[in-house]
């Protein structure tokens, strides 16, 4: 259900559920009556933003007055974009619809969003009365929903609609109107030189893959209109980055918070051309709330021109107290709100089976993983595609190596086992991501922290494990999030707790479907698909195709494996029942393999973890200290290290009783081998990042990076045979090499800086220690 407000113009729109539109166009009095006759909630969010810093509530039902509608369409499925083909430039439409993109029907969002063009996309003039100036937006719609295509079609639309009235004014002011020729030269050279000097949109973003997704999507929508794009983020260098900015068009312009914010400070380039910003786009903003941003947007939005000049759509899955405080201070009073989200729908999707198990002991832990990945190879023997969620980087490199070294457990022993986290290089994590992204067939884990929990495009993730509680309640529905994202593809969700953490589901998880599935259950459920597989093979069958012919590139280790031949048969090898029966075997056996130093390092980066959430999980101090060298030694029949008291002072405990709670922004301690010393790290450090292929300008680096920043290092690299933002550089060309092909970019982030050290961070558990 959605809603779309427009208080002073008296034009009220109600759509709820896909089978019905109705559209009502009142004056402007019935349209307060019909505001006034709304529910708290959304009275608030559509009358004035005076009225955000009060409290909605949850109730947002819909106007039910058949004298107030002019129109009931049909009913059926969504709206196919031919409804809006003519609010849009030709072009555009042709991206959408023929290539690249080659889409059909709009999401909902799309359709509450871009149903306003042309209107939208109208620029601001001075005599505009109240009905023209509503353009700014707040859009409440869930992650991959399309939102990116709903706020990038607005913003080129009144790019194209700026271009023209600048080329108009060329023209008139020329004299020459009426000769063809020289209008056209004329009005191309003088949109050319404002598109250089001129931001139209700009586009912030939480985290670098974010950025880099949108950057691609804005690269492949603009492509018939000659557009540049340009991504600033961190990990590579700034003066390439202002290098590509010095050289080209700045018609779109999509960065992190951070760096978008150093490059204000320290390029006056930068600062000049953002002075005639048509569109702000805030995407993911409760993200970039949650994350520390609300300061550097402040800054931002203070080099801008102001409302309601400067059209601004802010993007949110949620409408906190939060949002509407940036609301109300980054969009014109009389914005409009769009609803995508029903009342009714669960916070997670709801066709997504939701499970949790809260492990006898530790001993459990890693066998029932395994089982768990060995029960989603034997439903989809086809493809199996996991990600497997680890509330630290240090527990994410162990569980990398618990699962490569218990291998033999799988059905599937050459399962590949892929990482990623932010202690691995730019160049890692991008060529990690985009083979992970690009998996299509065999069985595939992504161990990860929680860099790869929002916005990151991977298609057809058949299962999210998550081992430990997220941080957030929040954080759990976007994990979950990365699974049933494909057309065939239900998914399905498991939360894998220990003793002490199951505090977690009651009291943060009581909203969300999910169900209490034991160890005993998953094991005999386990056994049983084995016997069915050993009773009948070819109904378990695979079929592989051989690569194709052609160079490969020997960078990795595992690229040195041989090839696989093409093959159709039984997904899995003979005796399988027998081969399950002796996973709690095979892992204490993988688990001996596993030196004591991860343990130890992941020990210490769970009681820095625990110790800011304990709320989560309702416990006493003593009860982290207990649980977790319960775990190493039930687990990984390791001692835990003993924790120094200065080690437990530093994180909010001693000698396992509470101490007086510490900030967790800013400098952080890092565990070392048990001692209370620490290292000094970034905020931009502990953020998620991400990329796709190499191309554009020289910065453009793989597929994933990290979230905003300010400072970066150099890790780019460009290839114009294949612009575009990410992406695997391994076959990259130099700098100067083959032009032409399709655009892309990516993005990086390595902060060295102090001034990011001193601000206070996201408490996500990533980079912590």
């Not at 959408?96 to 601001?124: N, R, Y």
Request: charged share 25%; glycine share 8%.
């Amino acid at each position: 259900m959605y809603k779309t407000l427009r208080t002073s113009s008296g034009l009220l729109r109600l759509v709820s559920g896909s089978a019905s539109r109705r559209y009502a166009r009142l004056s402007s009095v019935a349209a307060r009556k019909a505001v006034a006759g709304l529910t708290p909630a959304v009275r608030r969010l559509a009358s004035s933003s005076a009225a955000l810093a009060q409290k909605p509530t949850q109730d947002e039902d819909a106007i039910e007055d058949p004298d107030m509608v002019e129109e009931d369409l049909t009913e059926g499925g969504r709206t196919p974009f031919a409804a809006v083909e003519e609010a849009m430039h030709p072009l555009t439409y042709k991206a959408i619809t023929q290539t690249p993109f080659k889409h059909v029907d709009m999401s909902p969002v799309q359709d509450a969003v871009l149903s306003l063009l042309p209107q939208l996309a109208e620029p601001h003039k001075d005599t505009d009365n109240a009905e023209q100036r509503q353009r700014d937006l707040l859009v409440r719609a869930k992650t991959g929903t399309g939102k990116t295509l709903a706020f990038l079609v607005p913003a080129i639309e009144a790019r194209l609609k700026t271009l023209q009235a600048v080329g108009d004014a060329a023209v008139a002011a020329s004299g020459l109107k009426g000769d063809a020729r020289a209008e056209k030269q004329i009005r191309e050279k003088a949109e050319y030189a404002f598109a250089r000097a001129n931001v139209g949109t700009m586009i912030i973003s939480p985290t670098r893959e974010l950025a880099t997704q949108i950057a691609n999507a804005a690269l492949k929508l603009s492509k018939h209109h000659g557009f540049n794009v340009q991504l600033f983020v961190g990990g590579e260098s700034k003066s390439m980055q202002m290098r590509d900015w010095s050289r080209g068009r700045k018609d779109i312009f999509v960065g992190t918070p951070g760096r978008i914010q150093d490059m204000i400070e320290s390029v006056g380039q930068v600062k000049d051309a953002l002075s005639k910003v048509n569109t702000l786009v805030l995407d993911e903003a409760d993200t970039l709330l949650d994350m520390g941003f609300r300061n550097d947007i402040e800054n931002i939005t203070g080099y801008l021109p102001p409302t309601p000049v400067r059209q601004t759509l802010l993007f949110s899955a949620t409408v906190s107290p939060a949002i509407r405080q940036i609301a109300q201070t980054t969009l014109d009073e009389n914005f409009g709100y769009i609803n995508c989200i029903a009342e009714d729908d669960s916070p997670v999707h709801a066709h997504i089976p939701q499970h949790f198990t809260t492990l006898p002991s530790g001993a459990d832990q890693v066998p029932h993983i395994m089982r768990l990945i060995a029960q989603d190879q034997l439903l989809h023997p086809e493809f199996s595609k996991i990600i497997l969620f680890c509330n630290t980087t240090k527990n994410t490199q162990l569980f990398t190596e618990v699962l490569r070294s218990c291998r033999t457990a799988f059905p599937d022993t050459r399962t590949d086992v892929l990482e990623i986290h932010s202690k691995k290089s730019q160049d890692q994590r991008a060529r990690v991501s985009d083979q992970f992204r690009h998996k299509t067939s065999g069985c595939t884990v992504l161990v990860t922290s929680d860099v790869s929990a929002r916005g990151i495009d991977y298609p057809d993730v058949t299962r999210v494990i998550q081992v430990g509680i997220p941080a957030t309640a929040t954080q759990y529905i976007h994990r979950v999030g990365r699974t049933g994202r494909g057309k065939n593809t239900e998914g399905r969700g498991d939360l894998v707790l220990l003793p002490f953490e199951t505090g977690f589901v009651k009291h943060s998880l009581a909203e969300v479907p999910i169900k209490n599935t034991t160890v005993d259950d998953v094991r005999d459920e386990v056994n049983a698909l084995a016997d069915q597989y050993d009773a009948n093979p070819s109904a378990f069958s695979r079929t592989t195709a051989a690569p194709a012919p052609g160079p490969r590139d020997y960078t990795r280790r595992d690229d040195r494996r041989p090839m696989r031949p093409a093959y159709t048969g039984p997904a899995f090898g003979k005796n399988l029942r027998e081969r399950m029966d002796s996973v709690d075997a095979a892992c204490e056996k993988g688990i001996a393999n596993v030196s004591p130093t991860p343990v130890e390092e992941a020990c210490g980066a769970m009681m820095g973890f625990y110790a800011g959430h304990r709320a989560e999980i309702r416990c006493r101090a003593s009860d982290v200290v207990d649980g977790v060298k319960e775990w190493a030694r039930t687990a990984f029949q390791t001692e835990a290290p003993r924790f120094s008291p200065q080690f437990l002072a530093r994180i909010g405990l001693k000698d396992g009783v509470e101490a007086t709670p510490r900030s967790f922004g800013g400098r952080r301690p890092s565990f070392s081998g048990g001692m209370g010393r620490g290292e000094w790290t970034s905020r931009d450090s502990r953020r998620p990042s991400f990329g796709s292929d190499s191309g554009a300008p020289r910065w453009a680096s793989r597929s994933d990076g990290d979230a905003g920043d300010r400072k970066g290092g150099r890790s780019g690299g460009y290839d114009r045979s294949a612009r575009s933002y990410g992406g695997d550089r391994s076959a990259a060309r130099p700098y100067g090499g083959e032009r032409g092909g399709e655009r892309s970019y990516s993005g990086g982030e390595r902060s060295n800086s102090r001034r990011e050290s001193r601000k206070p961070a996201a408490d996500n558990g990533d980079d912590f220690w």
